[in-house]
């Protein structure tokens, strides 16, 4: 599988001149990185045959063109360099689906299949904003990921343990141990778990959960995310990684995600193991296979708080 690192650092290692690319071993495709004659960051894929593309976005914008050999240029060029850990991301991830197939065909119907996933994110991400609810969801990571580097877990490890916007079950995961992230108003009595497989693992883990206060005067979900970049500034590939994974949620940077302050309220950590009041598969009958349920945090906090 093609590694993001390798992939970021083959492309700062390709010279930024008119049409410099330099190959990617991606078989059964002929794929190359580089620079169009834009000087735009270009993955290139030479192919056999004429194709049906989607069209360009704000982001990224697609290209088809005849060669002189009778084969096809197909290129996909960032139209944004503030946005090139994402780039080099999807460019990762569609080459991955892309890699291993039979034949050229299945390998570029594999590809674009791909890019429909991505497509929607790039939709999400520039004309949606995140509700209030997942807002206040993000915050809570956000504050967990600062506290782990500010109790000096080192970084490059604090990022790859964000495993949220990669839909996993769990909200960070380090070793054996993981955690779930709750984030509530302050006034909230209840906190819902939406999967039976949330609190599932057999390992014990902490469900941590953070109340916010609205105030005049306190964080911002944009000055959060700045300041945690300004933490991961020493490790470049830590900081590309979490600005990848930023964009997963649904967040880019937006006026209006200033327009509401925070302070939290309180920090409640539970520690979850064979003690602690959940819903599995293994406890419910066969025929329940999916399930959702809510916990009440006053009786939480009497029995459970660690």
């Known amino acids: 599988m093609i590694d993001f690192e390798n992939l970021r650092g083959q492309w700062e290692n390709t010279l930024k001149i008119e049409r410099g690319y330099t190959f990617v071993d991606t078989a059964p495709l002929e794929c190359h990185i580089g620079y169009d004659e834009e000087l735009r960051r270009t993955l290139l894929i030479l192919c056999n045959r004429k194709m049906k593309i989607p069209p360009s976005s704000k ?44 034949d050229e065909s299945e390998s570029l119907k594999n590809f674009w299949q791909r890019y429909k996933h991505w497509q929607n994110l790039f939709a999400v991400a520039k004309d949606d904003l995140l509700s209030d609810e997942r807002q206040r969801g993000l915050i809570g990571e956000l504050l967990f990921l600062r506290e782990q580097i500010m109790n000096g877990r080192p970084l490059k490890e604090t990022v790859a343990g964000w495993l949220g916007p990669l839909k996993e079950h769990q909200d960070f995961s380090y070793g054996e141990t993981w955690f779930e992230i709750k984030t509530v108003t302050e006034q909230a009595e209840k906190v819902r778990i939406p999967s039976l497989e949330q609190l599932s693992l057999k390992t014990p883990g902490e469900l941590i959960v953070y109340r916010l206060a609205k105030t005049s005067d306190g964080f911002t979900l944009n000055s959060l995310v700045k300041n945690l970049s300004d933490l991961l500034e020493k490790n470049p590939s830590s900081a ?22 925070y302070r939290l309220a309180e920090n409640m950590r539970f520690v979850v193991d064979e003690k602690f009041p959940r819903l599995t598969k293994d406890i419910l009958p066969s025929a329940i296979v999916e399930a959702s349920y809510t916990l009440n945090l006053r009786e939480l906090e009497e029995e459970f708080l660690s």
């Open 240 to 261: 590309q990684r979490f600005e990848v994974l930023l964009f997963q949620t649904g967040y880019v940077e937006r006026e209006e995600y200033d327009e509401q302050s």
């Open 59 to 102: 982001t990224v914008e697609i290209n088809q063109r005849k060669r002189k050999d009778g084969r096809f240029n197909l290129s996909l060029s960032l139209l944004s360099e503030n946005e090139t850990a994402v780039f080099i991301e999807m460019c990762r991830d569609l080459l991955s689906f892309a890699e291993g197939a039979q």
